[in-house]
């Protein structure tokens, strides 16, 4: 059973950075590519990072370029969302994805709000 859960979400202010984790279980980690996705309130999810399996193929959404860096250790089942210089636009909860056998699979979400 595929299962995500993320972690590292919280309350900061505007110029600060978290960084989230995403454990994985349920399927052989290190051969997905993995995604986050954020979803701020009123709007739609939205594509924030991609890694491929191996993590030599990465990457951004324009707003995030050069702020955010993902990550992931294969060895420990776990992918990771380095967040810095924070904005408020950046509030939002973030999902961590995985597309297994044609099939979605979301974490339950961890929320980061930036604000002063």
């Known amino acids: 059973q595929v299962q995500l859960v993320e972690s590292g979400g919280g309350l900061v202010q505007p110029g600060g950075s978290l960084r989230l984790s995403c454990a994985a279980s349920?399927?052989?980690?290190?051969?997905?590519?993995m995604k986050w996705y954020r979803q701020a309130p009123g709007k739609g999810r939205e594509l924030v990072a991609y890694?491929?399996?191996?993590?030599?193929?990465?990457n951004y959404a324009d707003s995030v370029q050069g702020r955010f860096t993902i990550s992931r250790r294969n060895g420990k089942n776990t992918l990771y969302l380095q967040m810095t210089s924070l904005k408020s636009e950046d509030t939002a909860v973030y999902f961590c994805?995985?597309?297994?056998?044609?099939?979605?699979?979301w974490g339950p979400g961890t929320q980061v709000t930036v604000s002063p």
């Open positions: 349920g399927f052989t980690f290190s051969e997905y590519g």
């Open positions: 890694i491929s399996s191996l993590g030599d193929f990465i």
């Open positions: 994805h995985v597309r297994f056998f044609e099939r979605d699979y």
